[in-house]
């Protein structure tokens, strides 16, 4: 038994060291994005209700480092002040794919082919999604863009500290969580799963397609989280093409995501929505392993231990302070907790309500519930609590409905009072 929780260790351990120097330079983009890359303008090129709309939300999507959960607010908000819907669903659909976070450890563990291709497909399953979107809403017309960015600093050096604070703080925090457990899970099916199962077991491609197909649309995990969890079943005998369908179905789509989408964007996008991903990637998982030759993938999985060898002082350290940056995300949600735990809503003379919200799963989604629900009129204090899903509402006046239109704005699930 000792010798099984040391080997799961060692091999957990060998997957962090080899993901984490692309991690940092990852967060490094994010940051940079998140400072130089003014919301105003992203929902500007949204705006139309035709295939260039489309185009330029799949484009400013593909880069963007935003989870399933994290997307359906930003692609939301473009929408209400402007964007098309079928240009929101093309942002949807393309973002939680791929990010540059998730680009450079695609490289990292699977080689340069994948890194490539699964931003490609990205960005034509965004543009055939919102092609398809927009050929059912003939009569939009485009709104005037009125989204508030969040103030950032005007000084250089500025900009730098808020680039480092949201890229290694802030995002890291966001995709923390679902990156261990896409670890621990990889580390796991290393065990679990016997060598060459799947050319042993279930030869055929497509069979294997449709089986990761099965498993990955109702499952959440990231876009880097999932990486992991792809180069383990590649080495177990998944093929590069079913490989690349739980790359793309597995951080795309979820049970949550789909309800949100459903009642925000309404069945018909949600369709769309759904069956480009899963069409998508099915699509692109039979053209990779139909023309592509294997070697391509597999050769450089044979070869990267010596290739990270060469590098491996650089590997370690870039492990250490990704090790620590993790350590330190940790303190700092606790004692946001611990103080989150201890403010009190301003209920002096007022009424207070508790709601029942789905759908919360990070910091940043809890900043859209409280933001959204504090601008109605007559809300005085809000305090969300993801983990509860427990949305606490104080104010001279809360009008239930105004509450739930509010959270469903945002693209989260409303559902009463608790």
Not at 252 to 258: C, D, F, H, S, Y
Request: hydrophobic share 50%; proline share 3%.
């Amino acid at each position: 038994m000792d010798q099984l929780l040391i080997g799961y260790l060692k091999t957990f351990c060998e997957l962090f060291n080899e993901m984490a120097l692309y991690l940092m330079i990852g967060f490094f983009f994010a940051g940079f994005l998140h400072v130089f890359i003014r919301k105003e303008c992203i929902a500007r090129y949204m705006g139309g209700n035709d295939t260039k709309s489309a185009v330029n939300a799949s484009l400013l999507g593909v880069p963007l480092p935003l989870c399933s959960c994290g997307v359906i607010p930003a692609g939301l908000s473009f929408m209400k002040n402007g964007a098309s819907k079928g240009a929101t669903v093309s942002f949807l659909i393309s973002t939680p794919q791929t990010g540059v976070d998730s680009i450079m450890v695609t490289y990292s563990m699977l080689g340069w082919p994948l890194a490539v291709i699964r931003p490609l497909v990205a960005f034509i399953t965004g543009v055939v999604g919102g092609f398809i979107t927009n050929s059912f809403q003939k009569n939009h017309t485009e709104a005037h863009v009125t989204i508030d960015d969040q103030e950032l600093p005007k000084s250089f050096f500025g900009k730098i500290k808020e680039l480092l604070r949201y890229g290694f703080v802030d995002f890291l925090q966001d995709i923390s969580k679902w990156l261990i457990i896409g670890l621990a899970i990889a580390a796991l099916l290393t065990f679990v799963i016997p060598e060459n199962f799947f050319t042993t077991y279930i030869a055929y491609k497509w069979l294997n397609m449709l089986l990761v197909l099965a498993v990955s649309v109702p499952l959440y995990v990231c876009a880097t989280g999932s990486v992991p969890i792809a180069a383990v079943l590649m080495m177990k005998g998944l093929s590069p093409g079913a490989a690349l369908v739980f790359l793309m179905a597995g951080p795309a789509t979820n049970i949550t995501t789909i309800s949100v989408l459903s009642k925000s964007l309404g069945k018909g996008a949600m369709l769309a929505y759904l069956l480009t991903i899963t069409g998508g990637a099915l699509v692109a998982g039979a053209l990779i392993d139909t023309f592509l030759p294997a070697e391509w993938f597999t050769g450089f999985m044979n070869h990267s231990d010596h290739n990270h060898m060469e590098n491996s002082w650089l590997n370690i350290t870039a492990s250490v302070i990704l090790g620590l940056l993790l350590v330190n995300g940790v303190v700092l949600k606790w004692i946001a907790n611990r103080k989150e735990k201890n403010r009190e809503l301003n209920t002096q003379n007022m009424a207070v309500k508790t709601f029942l919200v789905e759908g919360m799963t990070c910091n940043n989604c809890k900043s859209h519930v409280e933001k959204g629900i504090k601008a109605l009129s007559g809300i005085e204090d809000v305090i969300a609590d993801p983990v509860s899903g427990k949305v606490s509402v104080s104010g001279s006046d809360i009008d239930v409905v105004k509450v739930a239109q509010s959270v469903e704005a945002a693209g989260y699930s409303f559902k009463g009072e608790a």
